[in-house]
């Protein structure tokens, strides 16, 4: 099929022909000059808006030569300005912090970003930012981004304490997350009980379930899109954490004042050391490094380089006795991403069209060895992409924003090759392991276009293509739209076509360092996903409330599962242990928030259903998804108990997930005739329901005087406060004399504390 | 040093116990199951047991702990029809659960079904299977490899029967001679403990486009005059469906990191296979 650019060029009918004018430039913060996203800035003679990109851009077309401008964003001193539009010139507009009591409330909070929420088209869609997330009580005392995520409606979490997502029914490896456009593929340390993202370096989190902007793809179910901080232009920053498990250091300033900054920040873990410390011995670690550098080439040029390094690492080695003596020995496993991002902003001329232009590349590899003085062994994966995006928006009058773009990546993947030496060479024999490569290619384009007072639209479409033995390709169109009840209602719908030309292949209930991504293949297509969503949303006179309901319907189709006893742990072959179906989720999700106040936070819940069907599983019959969670019900708050403590509260309650448990067995002679097999009789595919989770998690901080060298806080948390189990799995053990299902939990209650520290120069 | 160490163990690792919850889960039907073998063309050997709990124990020697006739259908009246022919069952030297047919005076057609009435619990299960023909092992011979310290490489041959249909074939090989009296001795019902089994392998002729078969496998070397006993079955389909789920279930199917599997039944009412084949041995002496 073709590409036909006549069909971009009529995203731009109709457009009215009386003259204009351009004001464009950057939005920053005024302290370290970081950018801010998702500013708003209103004309404030016609009341049109617009906002800032991810990388601080606006550009608003204005119908008088003299203008006043108002620039606002949440936690900041509003700005009002008088512009002159004729020029040419690209502004740079900076903001004061607002020195609050409170200083940090959740979520997208100042009232005229919860406005633009509610006028926007964009729906199924949450922003937060890092620096307010630590407020909220995290496990062990490490604040996650993805744990943060599994709060909000249409989010299902996995086992208990994993990173995992299930958004809006789909499964893990449906969740596209990006690192300043770089994809990481293993987003969890220590078999996902933490993520990789250090909140430290983070600035800002999108997260879209649905109605996904056409320069989105990939991926069936949700875009993560996080931004790591840019680095103070004007002065240097210290903050960090010494915690029971981890700590964290960050640095950032500028390397030319006003020209070129950097932010380096790391995180490690100490669990070996502190085992080692209470006489256990388990020599595991983890640990992040964050990098990023922001270089002003000019007035419309930038450059940002960043990097993400992290890896988990286990090394035992001892000694053991033998029959011909001591025998040196030593395993272990490092896993872990690489990902690099080189990107290059530009403003044209006219102050109407921005670009964005990337390079990236993710490294993704595990390697488990294990040696003796005479063998080793050693397994080794890899995913490598070289991937080149290039982005366009495009201002060109008012009420009207137009998107392109394209984009490629090259994947290669290296899975299980494996080494061995010595005697071991004889049972199992050195292998090179299959290389595969998929090239994938998309193309968008889109158009906002604002209809009036009442009606907006987003529409458009993304191309995406994968080069793999065949040739897979296919249209994906988005569409949305929002009309104004008033200035605080609106209704919204929206329509996304999603395809996937990668999954992860897992074994079974938990992620494993050896889950791979592979591509897909001559006999694996690529899954597709059409979901529609309609809403209701809301906020309160003056914003400090607002509220939506949404309703959403998402069918999948070329999903994957595997065949009942699959055995995927180093198979090559695991192509003949998959199998296609499809899949239906619906629901209807819930949401509140208080923005302000001395209590703020927020309530979601989420009443869902997700099915799938494989003609060869379950005899053909549906079957609940395994995390078909009914009910999903989160609660959190934040009470300002003076202005240096602040306590949090988060509890939950999910519906049980959905297992296949044994319920009978026989006996009957084994096929050799040398014993007696005990036969195991199974449910049908996860035919039974574990017993509903719920969870109580409190936190308290107590914030230290401002002193010279800065300022300090202690944080106190509760992990699951009164120690309820949240199942995960049954199996069959003793309970007094007799037999019985037993539902495992993981973890219970669990305390930590944490100091955190940030002192920034004058 | 050491408060220091119980302070970070307080801290780190106190843990209540978590409190469990139970969980009810509806048992399955109690139904019998069968399981079979043809000993060549002589007759029939079945077994008919019945199922019970996952509650019953998790292991043989708990299962063991339970009585015999909880087990297997001690008192069932078992009848077999082929070629028009109706055979009855009787009980295999008083085994609780084991019936044998005797079908030397009989000629059998291409099928043969069953049926099984337990007068104590007054169910009833029929099952019926295609009479696979017998394929014979060409040959059986070890390949040696030099360099190999701990391995031998025993090589099968066999002649597909049929190129114009999938076949599916189970073989085990044994070490020592000692299985040979299962054939030879109808009072032996298992293979002597000290018959070893080395290889269980199930395998279809997908994907081999001439008529000779070969299959390959890698077994622990032994001393000299090493004794193996390759037995072959030609199956049907559905047997070769059982027997894949029963090695993905010993693989750990079912366990935490892999899917469970319910095994497949060609037993109306029941559970377990009914399964007619002939199998055939050869002997391979390394020296």
Known sequence: MKFKPIFFLLFLSPLPSWAQFSVSGYIYDAKDKESLPSATIQDTTSKNGVSSNSYGFFSINVNAE????RFSYVGYESKILRVDARSNELLEIVLEEKITEMEDVIVSAERSEVKDEVQSTQMSSIRFKPVELKRIPSFAGESDILKIAQLMPGITQGNEGSTGMYVRGGTDDQNLILLDEAVVYNVGHLLGFFSVFNSDALKDIELMKGAFPAKYGGRLSSVMDIRMNEGSMERWNVKGGIGLLTSRFTIDGPIINNKMSFMLAARRTYIDKVLQLAGSNLPYYFYDINGKMNYKLSKRDRIYLSAYLGSDVLYANGESETDEGIDSFGLGFDLGNLTTSLRWNHVYESGKLFSNVSFHQTNFNYSIFGNTSDNSLTIESTIQDYGFKADWEWFPITNHRVYFGLGLVKHQFQPNVLNTSGEINEFIASKAGPQLQSDEYHFHTSHEWDLGSLIKLNYGVRFSGAFV????????????????????????????????????????????????WYPVTGNVKPQTANQLSLGYFGASPKSIYSWSIEVFSKTMNDLIDYREGASLIFNDNFEKELLTGSGKSEGIEFFVRKHEGIISGWLSYTLAKTDRYFPELNKGNRFPDRFDRRHNFSAVAMIELAPNIITSFTWVYMSGTKITAQTGQYLMPNPSLTGIDLVPIYSSKNGVTLAPSHRLDINLIIKGRARAWGQGEWSFSIYNFYNAASPFRVSIGQNGNALAYQQHGLFGFIPSISYNFNFSSK | MKLTRFLFMILLFYQCELIEVPLEVEPAEDKMSLSSL?????????????????????????????????????????????NGNTILGEKFNDVPGFYFADFSDYSLGDSLEISVYDSVSTQQISARTKIMPSVNIDSIRFRYVAENTFLDTLKLFLTDPDTTQINYFVVHIYRSSSFLNILNNSDSLLVQSDSLLQIESIFSDIGIDSTLITRSYTIEKNPSNDTLIAVLSHIEEGYFRFLDARKRNEDGGGGIFNEPINFPSNVENGYGYFSAHNPVYKIAIRE
């Open chain 1, 66 to 69: 003299i203008v006043i401008l």
């Open chain 1, 469 to 516: 033995n065949t040739h897979y390709y296919g249209l994906e169109p988005r569409f949305s739209a929002r009309y104004s009840l008033s200035s605080n209602h609106s209704l919204k719908i929206g329509f996304s076509t999603m395809r996937q030309y990668m999954h992860r292949v897992s074994s079974g209930s938990f992620a494993l360092p050896t889950d791979l």
């Open chain 2, 38 to 82: 043809l000993i060549g063309e002589e007759g029939v050997l079945v077994s008919v047991s019945k199922s019970f709990s996952a509650l019953s124990g998790t292991s043989l020697a708990q299962i063991r702990e339970n009585p015999i006739d909880a087990l297997f259908v001690s008192r069932g009246n078992i009848q077999f029809q082929s």
